[in-house]
């Protein structure tokens, strides 16, 4: 009869199935876990690795979203000169028209129609988009260089 010994407190047994019982009642199946230690290490592995790809996506995502538009400075300039474009987020010249200044959109002084029907019709909007640039209406979707020639915005 062989003798085998509990490798946590040393005491001897006469059969691997003996100790496995001694271990199973006396540590709590401890034997078990050392067993699978190696899957619970791979589980906290997987989600300490899922962890950093979320935080990797929400930094990438939140520094793009900091990014300035192409056209900041071409579009502050607009908006200091207290140029106006006049149109609906319906109308698809509209959306085109805003869509060329990506981020930068945002920085212009962009009044929706929709919202703002008094305001439209004082300045004879008929069609959207309009530009009004000192003082004078020009109706349709305007192209970078013909506003960086009515405004004196450099693009």
Same mark, same amino acid.
């Given at each position: 009869?062989?003798?085998?010994?509990?490798?946590?407190?040393?005491?001897?047994?006469?059969?691997?199935?003996?100790?496995?019982?001694?271990?199973q009642a006396k540590h709590g199946g401890l034997g078990e876990t050392k067993k699978s230690g190696g899957k619970r290490a791979?589980? %906290?592995?997987?989600?300490?690795?899922?962890?950093?790809?979320?935080?990797?996506?929400?930094?990438?995502?939140?520094?793009?979203? $900091?990014?300035?538009?192409?056209?900041?400075?071409?579009?502050?300039?607009?908006?200091?000169?207290?140029?106006?474009?006049?149109?609906?987020?319906?109308?698809?010249?509209?959306?085109? $028209?805003?869509?060329?200044?990506?981020?930068?959109?945002?920085?212009?002084? %962009?009044?929706?129609?929709?919202?703002?029907?008094?305001?439209?019709?004082?300045?004879?909007?008929?069609?959207?988009?309009?530009?009004?640039?000192?003082?004078?209406?020009?109706?349709?979707? $305007? =192209?970078?260089?013909?506003? =960086?020639?009515?405004?004196?915005?450099?693009?």
């Amino acid at each position: 009869m062989a003798n085998i010994a509990c490798k946590f407190c040393s005491k001897d047994f006469g059969s691997e199935e003996s100790m496995n019982q001694h271990i199973q009642a006396k540590h709590g199946g401890l034997g078990e876990t050392k067993k699978s230690g190696g899957k619970r290490a791979k589980n %906290y592995f997987v989600v300490i690795a899922l962890i950093a790809a979320i935080a990797l996506f929400s930094y990438t995502f939140y520094a793009r979203s $900091q990014k300035t538009g192409d056209y900041d400075e071409f579009a502050k300039c607009l908006t200091g000169k207290a140029i106006v474009v006049y149109g609906n987020d319906f109308c698809q010249y509209t959306a085109k $028209q805003l869509n060329w200044f990506g981020k930068s959109e945002k920085l212009l002084n %962009y009044v929706k129609c929709i919202d703002n029907k008094e305001l439209c019709d004082s300045k004879g909007v008929k069609i959207t988009p309009t530009w009004e640039i000192n003082g004078k209406i020009y109706e349709g979707v $305007q =192209s970078f260089e013909k506003l =960086s020639e009515l405004s004196g915005c450099v693009i």
